[in-house]
């Protein structure tokens, strides 16, 4: 009988399993101290950068702006222990949080219920894509040519753009929903040009500034810090805070959230809590949300093999 290693003890069978259920145990079993170092580096980085990421996707999605923090350091979590690429970036998606604010806001839900079903929403699309994870849903892939993911990535950069250029341009507008949001956002800007605010385009010029021209200098430069550092200053001395010209975040709970159900309402029960939003609507939402958010994924993947946003 083959006398088995005393540092593995187990099987190469049982061990192939258990990487394959936590791709960790396999990158830790090669990593290395200068792995370490550029991962700390990394991710310092990538803290930085996901705070005020988190903050903003969370109001595109219409919600609370802490929510977008809770559900991103969890993410981190997640995919750390049961992600397979070491390259993965894992952060909030523009385009998914569009589609939820898109979604849930013609419902007319109170703050409550709202936070009640974008959690059950977002339960929904994490069970779809589980099951396509088991039935080996990739064979997407092979359905998706590159025009199609090229103009996929290019349509949602300009819808995001698009949706925050008021902000950009300090001007307020109230634009219809619906396939024409777009459309109907420049013609509004369009008539409403007169009343562009130079204060919120400074913001965001020097900041769009300060990205490019941090990535030019070196990758290790945090240009979204550089971009919030620089923002908080011009507010300081043009005074931004108090005039209500730039429409400002406020307080941030300091505190982790209460662990508990996520949908239950307080002093309300679970099925109380569940039948306060509409689950049908929801069953018909989560569907789309979840093949976006895979198509997204396979075009990114396609434009960079080493990045893949999720």
């Known amino acids: 009988m083959q006398q088995r290693d005393m540092l593995n003890p187990f099987p190469e069978d049982t061990q192939q399993c258990w990487h394959k259920i936590f791709p960790i145990l396999g990158h830790i079993k090669n990593y290395s101290s200068r792995d370490f170092f550029m991962d700390a580096i990394a991710g310092i980085i990538i803290a930085v950068v996901l705070v005020p990421e988190s903050i903003a996707y969370a109001r595109l999605a219409g919600l609370p702006s802490e929510i977008g923090i809770y559900a991103a350091v969890v993410a981190y979590f997640v995919y750390a222990l049961f992600g397979p690429s070491r390259q993965l970036v894992v952060a909030p998606v523009s385009i998914m949080s569009l589609m939820v604010g898109a979604s849930l ?6 703050p409550q219920e709202y936070l009640v079903a974008a959690t059950i929403l977002a339960l929904l699309v994490g069970v779809i894509l589980l099951i396509l994870g088991l039935f080996k849903g990739g064979y997407l892939e092979n359905l ?8 996929f990535i290019t349509a949602g950069a300009i819808i995001v753009a698009t949706t925050q250029l008021p902000h950009l341009l300090g001007i307020e507008i109230h634009a ?6 777009t459309l109907d956002t420049l013609y509004q800007l369009a008539l409403h040009i007169t009343e562009l605010d130079w204060l919120p385009m400074l913001i965001g010029a020097v900041g769009v500034a ?6 030019k ?4 430069i945090p240009g979204a810090l550089v971009n919030i550092l620089l923002g908080v200053a011009i507010m300081f001395i043009f005074n931004g805070f108090q005039s209500g010209r730039v ?6 709970p300091a505190h982790l959230p209460h662990f508990g159900l996520p949908w239950l309402i307080p002093g309300e029960s679970w099925l109380e809590s569940i ?8 069953l018909m939402i989560a569907p789309g949300i979840a093949l976006v958010n895979i198509i ?3 075009s990114i993947s396609r434009t960079n093999p080493l990045i893949l946003y999720g």
């Open 105 to 110: 806001g013609p419902l007319h839900y109170n």
């Open 144 to 151: 998706l040519s590159k025009p199609v993911g090229i103009g």
């Open 176 to 181: 219809v929903s619906g396939p024409l949001k």
């Open 210 to 215: 300060a990205i490019q021209i941090s990535k």
């Open 217 to 220: 200098i070196s990758p290790f």
């Open 247 to 252: 429409e400002v975040v406020g307080t941030i």
């Open 275 to 282: 039948k306060s939003v509409d689950i049908g609507k929801l």
């Open 296 to 298: 997204e994924s396979l």
